[in-house]
């Protein structure tokens, strides 16, 4: 009996050899792509974005639509996330290529899951499919982001967006709620495995998650412009340091001894960042301490400036740890006040800033501070701390003999230590104003923080109220009542 033969092209030879499609590059014959196809790309894209189905996917992606439409889609996020930055800015190549990570994180894993799973994919590349699809729907939820951004840099939200403000959160959870569910109507389109479906968006869920814990990156950079007027060094030589230690050696030794009928209130004024608004904050300081607590030739001062080398001791750990042994030296340390004012920058580390170019200069910290006072051991302390997140150096200070203020809490910043303020915020509002008005530290705090708050609201500060902090020991108290009545 003659066997007989299966044509090539017949069903039944189709049947016993199915055609496997690779997940990321069309198997099947190349066909020539609709001239609308890219239209419709971007129609279905944008259709996943506002939470409806993926209907009809067009043949291909073509190399060069897919390449076009994921430039087009990046030019337009990239130029928005410039108007974040609401100063000069310059655009960083390295982290703009960083922040493509993602992207390859989401290509090779969605790769990964239809390889298992290649006879449930729908489209002869669903991989690049995909992609394509949530460049397109992320393009309107990225402007979303963009302009929040926008809105809070600019410090229209600054009344909502703060630190721990559960409107941030919201935000977030917000958008991220919209990728996923995005994600969610793109991803059945490609696969017609549900099952299938589900693990592509949990992957995409934990790659945002990392990514956004991670690889978070800013594609534009605040441009920092600083003069040679804003931030001069002094010439280091033999001459400047032999007229600082004769100038330390002279403040130290003319410290008016405390006089036995009364208590007095000794003065320690710090700046140890050169920046000419701290250089104009202890000079304040040191006047009104002068002036109103009658503390004249009882306040050491102690200043990082380049235009101050020749006139004021240098601001080092070294120094105040000098100045604190000769003040104690002067002071009845069991009865007479020691007020402190330390101004600077600080960082959430809670260490007080210090630059003093070309020297180097050691940060100094509550913890060193409270070791000085203790081993000298002046009892009575009010201590004002200027800086930002100063708020964490209360705890480490504090006892029933000290009284401390902060210009902010642990978890904010304090306002005014720019390039061009007068004086900060917080030395403004208590020292140059309120407690020109009274002797009481605690009623000039009092009175001092709803204007601060007022004009960090008028300067829009755009992350929260600095929230000035108090702690006040019952010892103190006593003390500075008998102060403010003499």
Not at 201 to 218: A, K
Not at 442 to 447: D, G, L, S, V
Not at 449 to 455: E, F, L, N
Request: glycine share 6%; charged share 20%; net charge negative.
């Amino acid at each position: 009996m003659e066997e007989q033969t299966t044509p090539a092209d017949s069903p039944a030879s189709a049947d016993a050899a199915p055609r496997e499609l690779d997940p990321f590059m069309a198997s099947a014959p190349p066909r020539s792509l609709p001239t609308y196809s890219w239209v419709e790309w971007i129609r279905q894209g944008l259709r996943a974005a506002t939470l409806r189905s993926v209907h009809i996917l067009p043949e291909g992606p073509g190399a060069w639509s897919m390449l076009l439409i994921v430039a087009v889609v990046t030019v337009i996020v990239s130029g928005a996330s410039r108007l974040e930055v609401d100063d000069p800015a310059s655009f960083d190549l390295r982290s703009w290529l960083f922040s493509f990570a993602p992207d390859a994180f989401l290509i090779f894993g969605v790769w990964l899951v239809l390889n298992w799973v290649r006879e449930k994919t729908t489209h002869a590349s669903p991989v690049a499919a995909w992609y394509l699809l949530v460049s397109i729907a992320m393009l309107p939820i990225s402007l979303t982001g963009v302009a929040v951004g926008v809105l809070e840099s600019r410090g229209y939200m600054s009344q909502w967006w703060s630190s721990g403000s559960w409107f941030g959160w919201a935000v977030y959870a917000a958008l991220m709620v919209w990728i996923v569910i995005t994600t969610w109507r793109i991803s059945p389109a490609v696969t017609r495995s549900t099952g299938v479906a589900t693990s592509v968006v949990l992957y995409v869920f934990v790659v945002l998650m990392f990514s956004s814990w991670q690889l978070q990156t800013d594609e534009w950079q605040p441009v920092e412009s600083y003069s040679d007027e804003e931030f001069p060094s002094f010439r280091l030589s033999q001459e400047v340091f032999e007229s600082q230690q004769a100038l330390l050696k002279d403040a130290l030794q003319t410290i008016t001894p405390s006089a036995e009928s009364e208590r007095q209130v000794y003065g320690l004024v710090y700046a140890p960042y050169d920046q000419d608004v701290f250089l104009r904050e202890s000079a304040m300081v040191q006047q009104l301490l002068e002036e109103r607590f009658g503390a004249r030739g009882r306040v050491v001062r102690l200043v990082n400036n380049s235009a101050t080398a020749a006139e004021l001791s240098w601001a080092t750990t070294l120094n105040l740890e000098r100045s604190l042994r000769a003040t104690a030296g002067a002071m009845d340390t069991e009865r007479d006040v020691l007020v402190m004012y330390l101004t600077s920058h600080g960082g959430a580390d809670f260490k007080l800033a210090a630059m003093n170019w070309p020297l180097e200069v050691e940060e100094l910290t509550a913890d060193q501070l409270r070791a000085m006072l203790d081993e000298v051991g002046i009892r009575y302390r009010v201590i004002a701390v200027s800086a930002c997140y100063s708020g964490g150096w209360i705890g480490p200070l504090e006892n029933e003999d000290t009284l401390i203020m902060t210009a902010a809490d642990k978890d904010h910043t304090s306002h005014g230590c720019g390039s061009k303020s007068e004086l900060t915020f917080f030395g403004r509002a208590l020292f140059d104003e309120q407690l020109r008005k009274t002797l009481s530290f605690e009623e000039a705090f009092k009175a001092a923080v709803p204007v601060i708050k007022q004009r960090e609201s008028e300067e829009k500060k755009d992350d929260g109220f600095s929230n000035p902090q108090i702690f006040v020991g019952k010892n103190i108290r006593v003390i500075l009542s008998e102060l403010a009545d003499r």
